[in-house]
């Protein structure tokens, strides 16, 4: 399978499992300093809000980074995972000692889990991959079901107007190229699917989610990947410290790869 097959492939479940077949997802957010701000920053915010016991749901749960991290902390987590590429990376990585339940599943359909049940929901990748709006709010329907009147979600996207940019860092003649509206700068919604940051608030609107912070949670962290990765392990941290200073700025929430939206129902 090669990525103009990929194209061609109309139902949104059989694209992923294949984009996986062939994308690696297993090293995206530890494979260097750069990549590390993502996660660096969603932990750092998830952890505002866990408490003690919590349960946690993570949806599209990919080779498993944060149900591992979190387990490992100690709470109970659920995973959902459609693409069996990553099912296969994550289960190699779980040991007997961490309290996961992996469940090989679509974000669309939680009918295994019961109402009210989770504290935290973790959304943080069928958004990037649901072509259809009917199905997006389905999705965010299912996880506001299962989460808890007194818990907490978290959404990631992926944000159209930054695009633009680092697709521009990895291809000088990005400017020139088809693969964007040159009037409206939406850029074509392959392999994922960008979201301006209205798109987002507008989403979450009709979805009946209230926001409670939005947050640029990698920033400008690709297009500075170079510099990032040749820090020091002192710069490094200052960076970071940096980085959560600005990352809720205003200024700062359009121009980041992922937007981390974290909201209530
Ligand atoms: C870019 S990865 C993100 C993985 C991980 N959550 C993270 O933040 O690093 C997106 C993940 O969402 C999964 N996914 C996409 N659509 C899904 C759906 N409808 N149900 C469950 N998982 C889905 C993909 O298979 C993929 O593993």
Request: charged residues 30%; proline residues 2%; hydrophobic residues 35%.
């Amino acid at each position: 399978m090669d990525f103009e097959s990929l194209r061609k492939i109309q139902e949104d479940s059989k694209r992923v499992d294949a984009l996986y077949q062939i994308m690696e997802e297993n090293s995206r957010l530890n494979r260097s300093k750069a990549a590390r701000v993502e996660f660096f920053t969603t932990t750092t915010y998830v952890e505002k809000f866990l408490k003690e016991g919590d349960r946690i749901l993570d949806l599209g749960a990919g080779a498993g980074e944060y149900s591992l991290y979190f387990a490992r902390k100690g709470y109970e987590v659920s995973s959902v995972e459609l693409a069996s590429a990553n099912i296969e990376a994550f289960q190699k990585k779980i040991t007997k000692e961490d309290k996961i339940h992996l469940i090989h599943g679509n974000a669309l359909d939680l009918s295994c889990f019961e109402d009210n049940s989770f504290d935290i929901v973790l959304l943080f990748g069928p958004l990037y991959h649901l072509s259809k709006e009917e199905d997006r709010q389905r999705c965010i329907a299912e996880a506001k079901r299962v989460l808890k009147p007194s818990g907490t979600i978290f959404i990631a996207f992926i944000l159209n107007d930054m695009v633009i940019l680092t697709e521009f860092y990895y291809r000088p003649e990005f400017f020139l190229e088809n693969s964007y509206d040159h009037e409206t700068f939406k850029v074509e919604d392959f392999p994922f699917i960008f979201f301006t940051l209205e798109q987002t608030r507008e989403m979450l609107h009709n979805a009946g989610i209230q926001i409670l912070t939005e947050v640029a949670s990698d920033g400008v962290s690709e297009l500075l990947e170079d510099k990032i990765n040749a820090m020091d392990d002192e710069s490094y941290k200052q960076y970071l410290k940096y980085h959560l200073y600005c990352c809720e700025k205003p200024e700062m929430l359009g121009r980041s790869n992922h937007l981390l939206t974290i909201g209530k129902k």
